[in-house]
């Protein structure tokens, strides 16, 4: 059983703006996708206060935080990133409680990540950021100019985050905006809303001036998300979700060319040869395909196996697969929680349904488990595996966003690169192979923003983080994300 609880302060979870926690009179649920049962109270900002949050935004940058050096910020942000770290127990209530995941994942990941996306970006940027180009030229008059590229902030920054990894997600976006010296407001998803606030009590408690990192909740289109990327003074969106809100954030902002970085959805392949090593091919592509319930944009739903290990593979992914415990998250044996909520288990649960009608054989799963006691009231569903299914069914090309994949054989490198792109995405991939020939030509033929080698969501923050075709715009990580959240001037001076 669960035992974990919300901080008092977070019984109804207010917005966070302009320095203060602010109650509105409409509030929404926050409901347990363990339980079922009401975990607090929401409180949505309404059009006044996203009015008055952008204005004091704007005001933080133009004012306050405008004056700050490099260093001040980074200092603000390394408070910060302590006062997570004093308050770690708060933020694993809060990431566990909201999403379900066991405590284990919670602590190696989610508020692990936390704290070292808000480190690693005060330190990259205290180094990186005031660093300048400059250009010397020489005209035909024999006179020299010297250019100077000075890099500026963008302004207010709208980040707009997913339920999937909270409290990743928001500092990812938070700690390189605001170290470049940009003021934020963040809308976490209306699922997840409890670490963003701790996050808010955090920034409060570190003294970073009021204005200048904002929380506000509410939904998306007709509510929060939609008031604030419609704002006419905000600077630039910073998206992750499903690709189609990132094409209608897009619209709302193209007629204020507005700058936008998305990372969205994902269909990624995951790629099994003959020579991999066997034992750990399969535990790879089961943490790749049903690690936090498969609700990760970097999750492995196709999987091609080479023909000759094919039967084998199946036969011993299903024997391990069916050893997973899915269950309490304080119970450190489990490895799954719950999807993150009736609706979206109504979604999941409509592709088990069209797989079979497409054709599939379900090697394992394909349901929802029984337990007995309050967690049947959850959103828990089962790890499944697919077989049988042509590359162009809907369950094979559509994103999912569960514990699913389907594996499928193939017999040359050729062909399973072809198949791999054979994709609308472009996010992930994963080879297995300990040919490291074959690694370094096949790595680069696969059409996608990471290609990761015996391995699967090992991350080093420096590198360029997003994806190609349908699963984003842009990249973001170590000097890629002040690429966005900055631009250069170019100071020009006849010498
Ligand atoms: N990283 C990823 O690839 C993710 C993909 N998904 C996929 O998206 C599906 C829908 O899940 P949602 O939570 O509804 O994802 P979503 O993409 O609709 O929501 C993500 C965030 O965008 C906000 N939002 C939604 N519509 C908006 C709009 N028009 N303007 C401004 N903000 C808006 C939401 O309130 C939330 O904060 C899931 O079933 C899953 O398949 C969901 C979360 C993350
Ligand atoms: O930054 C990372 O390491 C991972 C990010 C993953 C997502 O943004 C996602 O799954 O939505």
């Excluded at 929404?28 to 006044?48: H, M, Q, Y």
């Excluded at 790749?288 to 199946?314: A, M």
């Excluded at 996608?448 to 080093?460: E, L, S």
Aim: proline content about 4%.
């Amino acid at each position: 059983m669960n035992t974990l609880a919300l901080p008092s302060s977070l019984h109804i979870t207010k917005n966070y703006s302009n320095g203060a926690f602010v109650e509105t009179s409409k509030t929404f649920d926050n409901i347990s996708p363990v339980t079922g049962k009401v975990l607090s109270r929401i409180c949505e900002a309404d059009k006044a206060l996203v009015d008055a949050t952008v204005q004091s935004a704007r005001q933080a940058f133009n004012g306050i935080w405008g004056e700050t050096t490099v260093e001040q910020r980074a200092d603000y942000l390394l408070k910060v990133a302590d006062i997570i770290e004093r308050r770690f127990d708060d933020f694993i209530a809060a990431e566990v409680l909201d999403t379900g995941r066991p405590v284990e994942q919670a602590k190696k990941l989610d508020v692990y990540r936390g704290i070292h996306n808000l480190r690693t970006f005060a330190e990259i940027f205290k180094h990186e950021y005031s660093k300048t180009e400059c250009f010397e030229s020489h005209l035909a008059d024999g006179s020299q100019l010297l250019n100077i590229i000075k890099r500026k902030p963008l302004g207010v920054i709208v980040s707009i985050s997913p339920w999937n990894l909270p409290l990743l997600s928001i500092t990812w976006k938070a700690a390189p905006a605001l170290m470049a010296g940009n003021t934020i407001i963040c809308k976490p998803s209306e699922e997840t809303p409890s670490s963003a606030t701790l996050l808010a009590e955090a920034f409060q408690e570190a003294g970073v001036p009021a204005g200048v990192f904002n929380v506000l909740h509410g939904f998306g289109r007709d509510s929060t998300g939609e008031w604030l990327t419609q704002h006419k003074d905000i600077d630039a969106v910073t998206f992750t979700g499903e690709s189609g809100t990132g094409a209608s954030i897009m619209k709302t902002v193209a007629s204020e060319v507005k700058p936008v970085s998305f990372e969205l959805g994902g269909k990624n392949a995951g790629i099994v040869f003959e020579d991999a090593d066997f034992d750990k091919a399969v535990e790879g592509i089961i943490r790749s395909s049903f690690t936090n319930s498969g609700q990760v944009c970097l999750c492995t739903e196709r999987v091609y196996v080479q023909r000759s290990i094919f039967d084998k593979f199946v036969k011993a992914i299903k024997e391990k697969t069916e050893q997973l415990q899915i269950g309490w998250s304080e119970d450190e044996k489990t490895f799954m929680g719950p999807l993150i909520s009736h609706g979206h288990r109504e979604k999941v649960l409509s592709y088990f349904k069209l797989a079979v009608e497409e054709g599939a054989q379900v090697v394992t799963g394909g349901g929802v488990p029984t337990f007995g006691d309050e967690r049947d009231q959850g959103a828990y569903i089962q790890p499944t595996i697919w077989v049988g299914l042509p590359d162009d069914a809907r369950c094979v090309t559509e994103e999912v966003f569960g514990p699913v994949c389907h594996i499928a054989p193939f017999d040359t490198e050729e062909e399973v690169i072809q198949r791999a792109n054979n994709t609308d995405y472009g996010l992930a991939g994963v080879l297995w192979t300990t040919n490291l020939s074959r690694a370094h030509r096949v790595a680069p033929k696969i059409n996608a923003g990471i290609v990761w080698v015996n391995h699967w969501f090992a991350r080093d923050l420096r590198t360029p983080f997003g994806g190609n075709k349908l699963s984003g715009i842009g990249r973001e990580g170590g000097t890629y994300s002040m690429e966005f959240y900055s631009e250069p001037t170019n100071i020009s001076i006849r010498l």
